[in-house]
């Protein structure tokens, strides 16, 4: 069954320094997302990605963050400048999101990021 | 506001018993929902959605219930494995909107 994969599962960053997190989504899925999960909390959503540019983001996806889609297979979340509050979980979502359903948004098993 | 270091609500049953979780949901607009299994470590896994126009949907050994008067849903699972061990969140989407709107999650324990 396909998944969607992402990389590294674990990223230990000096605060202040820029992260690049890393998604392959399900081949044939046309939207993509991220979420975070800081630890203990909730499951929030920064952004959302559809047809090459951001279709939605969240508050929290501020100038710091920024999403990018460099190949085919491949879905990106960089962090410019660290912060320790940074910290959390973050998961990549995909759906397929065709018309008349197919709602569901698949995710990955997530990035545990630390800053330090 | 929310608290940081959030409880969650737990919920005890013994193996092969039933469970019922609920969430109560904030926006009269959502039109699609769906429940998430998050086990230790791991991403939310899909277990199954509704969308606004029905109030029940059955899958394996899974049902969701929806009453949009009171704006809740809830999961119900049918004789209960020590695999169903997990937290479990519901989420919303608003109609138009693409991201998903989580719930705090409720913690499922199965006793042997």
């Known amino acids: 069954e396909p998944e969607v994969t992402q990389t590294p599962s674990h990223q230990v960053t000096q605060m202040g320094q820029e992260v690049i997190l890393r998604c392959v989504p399900i081949s044939n899925h046309l939207y993509f997302y991220w979420y975070r999960q800081i630890l203990g909390q909730k499951v929030e959503f920064l952004v959302s990605f559809y047809n090459n540019e951001i279709s939605e983001k969240s508050e929290i996806f501020d100038d710091q963050f920024s999403v990018e889609r460099p190949d085919g297979s491949n879905f990106t979340l960089k962090i410019r400048s660290t912060k320790l509050e940074d910290s959390a979980m973050y998961f990549c979502?995909?759906?397929?999101?065709?018309?008349?359903?197919?709602?569901?948004?698949?995710f990955g098993p997530g990035t545990r990021l630390l800053v330090l | 506001g929310e608290s940081v270091g959030l409880h969650l609500p737990t919920l005890s049953v013994q193996e092969g018993d039933n469970s019922i979780i609920n969430c109560a949901y904030s926006?009269?607009?959502?039109?699609?929902f769906i429940w998430y299994k998050q086990e230790s470590g791991k991403g939310p896994q899909f277990i199954i959605d509704i969308r606004s126009n029905m109030d029940k949907r059955q899958g394996q050994r899974v049902t969701v219930l929806l009453n949009k008067t009171v704006k809740h849903l809830s999961l119900q699972i049918a004789a209960t494995q020590p695999g169903d061990s997990a937290v479990y969140f519901c989420a919303e989407k608003i109609q138009g909107a693409q991201k998903l709107v989580f719930g705090q999650g409720t913690r499922l324990t199965i006793n042997p």
């Open positions: 979502a995909s759906k397929r999101g065709l018309a008349g359903g197919q709602e569901t948004q698949y």
């Open positions: 926006n009269s607009a959502s039109d699609y």
